[in-house]
């Protein structure tokens, strides 16, 4: 193998972060508490409703995605309160332990990891448990690279008194969301996934159903108390994460220019090479109804996850994840999230070959790479 090696970052988050974002942040810090930093403040946090497809405001933490999902609960129900909560994976677990750390009396509709919930089974749970007033979904499973009929969900929660959240913290921009015209009621998400960011924000965002709740909410809480952000609105009740703003400002900027339905579509294609040449070469998918976040592969007998990625990552510069959790050792998930483009892809799926090839699974050369080829050709991108 050369000596100089190129990095790839295939993982679900953090992503690959676009030179001009990185530049972005590359100015003087401003104090934030100035017209000038509210002004920029204010324009960004405006324009990045766009990403959510709502009208709703939408908040910025200085956190990782987690601490907007500690918000959506904290701010909506109060200890001893009941939410139904699906769980089909490592994320979904999370929504059930933070409730659980807050009192809040847990429904859970408890899935093999892998499968996608129903909008029967969310029906089941709604007409079973009247005094839930919450729901809690992940609307892209990044544990194990599945995805959830929302839209669907959101039809039955539309017209009632539920209030549906969703961690898209991966599903952002990957997968399409139309917050307002869907009917979703509260939105959390990250910086270091489709946003094309490094780590660091979490954002959220309400429909007024949902702020009905937070406005009688007696959760104990502090930071990431919503009213305090509310009133200070768009300041931040907090010291703001300055430079981090002027990059999320050139991000959004990136992506409008690229069209929201372009980076939807740019997602679904990647997907789909990526699915096609991983069957290519023999392997399965993990997922029962596989998104465009991360394609999660099954670990074919005798070979090691650990082993896989290792090889990927030290010798190919191609950095990959393993499972999480219970199948952390059962499947490894290629990506195709935030600032990736074609070739990231090709170049990623090659890597796969020859580390396949070198652990004795039996590889003909380009059998993968010729099946993303031959997508991106009849997707219409390449060709
Ligand atoms: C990455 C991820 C998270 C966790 O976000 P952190 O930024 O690590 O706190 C939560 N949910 C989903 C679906 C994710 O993909």
């Given at each position: ?60 933490f200085v956190s ?136 660091g924000l ?36 907090w010291?703001p994460a ?142």
């Amino acid at each position: 193998m050369f000596k100089l090696k190129k990095h790839y970052i295939m993982a679900p988050g953090p992503t690959p972060v676009p030179v001009d974002v990185l530049l972005a942040g590359a100015k003087e810090t401003i104090h934030h508490r100035t017209p000038q930093f509210l002004e920029i403040m204010e324009k960004t946090l405006d324009e990045a409703r766009y990403l959510f497809q709502t009208s709703n405001r939408v908040y910025v933490f200085v956190s990782s995605g987690t601490g907007a999902m500690e918000a959506a609960v904290t701010n909506l129900l109060n200890p001893g309160e009941k939410a139904i909560v699906v769980v089909a994976g490592k994320f979904g677990e999370r929504w059930k332990e933070i409730c659980e750390a807050y009192g809040i009396n847990v429904v859970e509709i408890a899935l093999e990891w892998g499968e996608a919930v129903t909008p029967e089974q969310i029906e089941k749970a709604m007409r079973e448990h009247p005094d839930a007033k919450v729901i809690f979904t992940t609307h892209s499973e990044t544990s194990t690279g599945t995805v959830i009929d929302l839209q669907a969900i959101a039809q039955l929660t539309k017209d009632t008194d539920k209030v549906l959240v969703t961690d898209e913290i991966s599903g952002l921009l990957a997968e399409p969301l139309k917050m307002d015209e869907w009917g979703v009621d509260v939105v959390v998400a990250g910086s270091q996934k489709g946003i094309m960011m490094p780590p660091g924000l979490a954002f959220i965002t309400l429909s007024k159903k949902a702020w009905e709740l937070v406005e009688k909410n007696k959760c104990p809480k502090y930071y990431f108390d919503l009213k305090y952000y509310e009133e200070n609105y768009p300041d931040n009740p907090w010291t703001p994460a300055v430079n981090m703003i002027y990059m999320l400002n050139q991000s959004v900027k990136m992506l409008k220019e690229e069209g929201i339905e372009n980076v939807w579509e740019r997602h679904r294609i990647l997907g789909e090479a990526t699915r096609n040449a991983v069957k290519a070469l023999g392997l399965e998918l993990f997922s029962k109804r596989p998104g465009n976040v991360c394609t999660a592969v099954k670990v074919p007998a005798g070979l090691e996850a650990k082993k896989i990625t290792k090889i990927m990552r030290d010798k190919y510069g191609v950095t990959i994840a393993g499972g999480q959790g219970k199948i952390s050792n059962s499947i490894f998930r290629i990506a195709h999230l935030g600032y990736v483009s074609l070739f990231d892809t090709i170049a990623a799926i090659s890597a796969l070959e020859f580390t396949l090839h070198e652990l004795g699974y039996p590889v003909k050369f380009g059998e993968g790479v010729k099946a993303a080829m031959e997508t991106f050709h009849r997707e219409g991108v390449a060709g």
